[in-house]
Every structure is written in C-alpha cells, then in structure tokens.
C-alpha cells in the first residue's frame, strides 16, 4: 500500500479540514512524507502542548486559521486552494464536553459538515471528499457484535448525535448532488478510539495516563469495564488515504466505511491501563473512580469486513505496539526528538 499511497499522493493538493488537531497533524505529516501539497482549515490549536505546534507543522503547509461555521470563509478557502482531495475532520471530538456545550457541538459538528460540502458542491476541481465521524455514530445496543455500516444511526450524547446528523447530511448531499459520473466521490468514515503521541485532549484515556504517569502519580480511570476499538492513528488514518484513493480512482467505491482495529483489541478501560502501566514501567499504578460523570456507553466494537473486503484495508498494530508507539513518543524530551520518532513511526508502518 505505501508505494502506491506513495505514487499516488505525490503532488496532490488535499485539503484538511482539522489540520491543528491531534489526528489532523498526524494525516498532514503522512502526507508531507507522501509529496502531497496541504492547505489546512481549523482553529487555532486549542491545547498546550500542541503536536501541531510541536511539528512546526505551520513552515511545512498551507495553514489557515478559520472558522469551519463561517461558511463565507470556508468557501473561499477551498475555492482558491482548488484541492484534489478534501478530507473533514474539523469537530467539537469530546463526548464529555458536548455534555457541557452541545449547541456548540451542533453547530461545529453539523453545520460544520454542511459548510464543507457546500463548499465542495462550488468547487469543480475536487475528486473525492472523506468525512471523518466516528464509532459512536450507530444506536448503542450494549451487544457483543460489532456494528455493522448498514446499521441504524442515532449516537446517544450531543458529540455520539451530531456526528450521527453530520452522517445524515453527507448522505443527503450524496444523493442530491454528487450522483453523477463527473462530481466528487463522497465518502464517510467511521473509525475507533484512536490512540498515538501527541494527544493532549482532555478526558481521553491514554492522554489521562500519560498526564499521571509524568507527574508521578496513580491512573484515575473511569468506566474501567467499558469496552472500546482502540487503534493507533497509523491504522485510522491508512484508511482514510486508502478510502480517498481508491474513490479518486473509482467513484462506485464512496460509500461509508468502518475502520476499526480486529477483535482482540477492543478491551476494557481497565486493560488498557494496566498494559499503559505495563509498557511505560517506572512502578506507575491505576486505580478506578467509577463513572460519576454522564452516560457514556460500556460496549463498542466495529464491524470492519467491508474496508476489509472492498478497500483490502487491514489493521497493522495491535493494542499492544499502538501502546507501545505511544509511550515510544510520550517519552521523547524534546521537539526535535518527537518529530524523528513520528517520522520513524511513518516509515516503520507504511514500509
Ligand atoms: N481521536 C479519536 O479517538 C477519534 C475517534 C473517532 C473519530 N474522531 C474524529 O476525528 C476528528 C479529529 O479528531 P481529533 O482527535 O484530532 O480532535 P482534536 O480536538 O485534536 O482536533 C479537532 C480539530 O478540529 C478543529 N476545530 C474544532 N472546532 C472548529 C471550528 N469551529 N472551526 C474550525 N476548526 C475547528 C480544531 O481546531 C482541531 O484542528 C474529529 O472529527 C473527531 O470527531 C476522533
């Protein structure tokens, strides 16, 4: 895959809605490596430290700091930067903050989605469009099963809802304006709890661990029996490419996609402390509080046979090394030793 990933994204104009973000720096510097030309569209990166800025992300790219709900600017960005590929991932990503600010959730999250593709819809030049929603978009049934792209979408807080909404929306623009041979291929992807260096959001578990163990203290974790599909970003993000290339190439391929990681990792909370604990060492512990804060849901897999089937999409880390990659990077001490470690992690996965 990386050869082609390679040949094919070389000299490409993509465009990243996000790019300020956690997984929004990691796709910038894959692609970087790839030969593509990046204009980014986001906010101003909202946490200290920053993987963005601590890439220096804003020598190597295009970046444009804006609003995804001013959809005048949004426009404008994407029509004068003429992108081949555009790639959304621009959100309110937090399921307990949608709890404190959901009419901002909405607003970024499905207005956000409906800014980007009428921005789209006035740009001839782009050929195919992904938007990144995530595993929380399907009604939670508490089941053993991985959900499957065909099931019914109603995620349960406003962050789970509004990404279940921006899927909606997409779908609607598909049908109603991107069903021709000559217009984008439109696709979504759904993928699983991402872990990687460089996350420094609030109330996600492994920035939590990192956050104790380098201050020495004990792992507080919520919820220790709820399950999730955690995966490295290399995984999440080899699908979003992959998905992008193969609809430029053949539109009858855009649909919606799960990417998620295989069966055995999706574990526990509390497991997955206790192998953070195990693989960063230094006699760090974890301990649980129980939820005392809003729903959240206890069991979540995804059904990843179609990204398999169609796309030949596989997951390469299992929880194990996607840990391991993680602590690899949260132990680096300066700059100039995470950018090495995140290019050396680059190559290592797509060789
Ligand atoms: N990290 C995960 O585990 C995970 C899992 C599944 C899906 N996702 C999805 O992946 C995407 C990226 O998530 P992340 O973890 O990198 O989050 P992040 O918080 O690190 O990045 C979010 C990005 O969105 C931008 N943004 C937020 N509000 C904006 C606005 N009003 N206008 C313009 N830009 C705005 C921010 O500036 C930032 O660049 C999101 O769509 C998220 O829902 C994340």
Redo the contacts with the bound molecule.
Sequence with gaps: MVKIMRDFYKNKKIFI????????TWLCQVLLSAGAEIIG???????TPSLFVQMRMEKNIHSII????DRDALIKAVQKAKPDIIFH??????VRHSYLEPALTYE?NVM?TVNILEALRLTSSVKSFVN????KVYENKEWHWGYRENENLCGYDPYSNS?SCSELVTHSYRNSFFSDKDVPAVSTAR????IGGG?Y?DD?IIPDCIRAAQAGKDIIVRNSCSVRPYQHVLD?LSGYLLLAEKQFIDKELAGNYNFGPDDESCISTGALAELFCDVYGNGICWTTQGNKGPHEANFLKLDCSKAKAVLDWKPKWDIKTAVEKTVEFAKCKTDEEKLKCIDGQIKEYFQ
Excluded at 66 to 69: P, Q, T, V, Y
Excluded at 89 to 94: D, E, G, H, S, V
């Design positions: 809605t996000g790019h300020t973000g956690f997984k929004g569209y986001a906010l101003e990166p909202h946490t804006g609003d995804i709900r991932l621009a959100a309110q990503p937090l970024t956000g990144v929603t995530t595993d990404k993928s699983g709890n991402v996350d959001s996600r999440c």
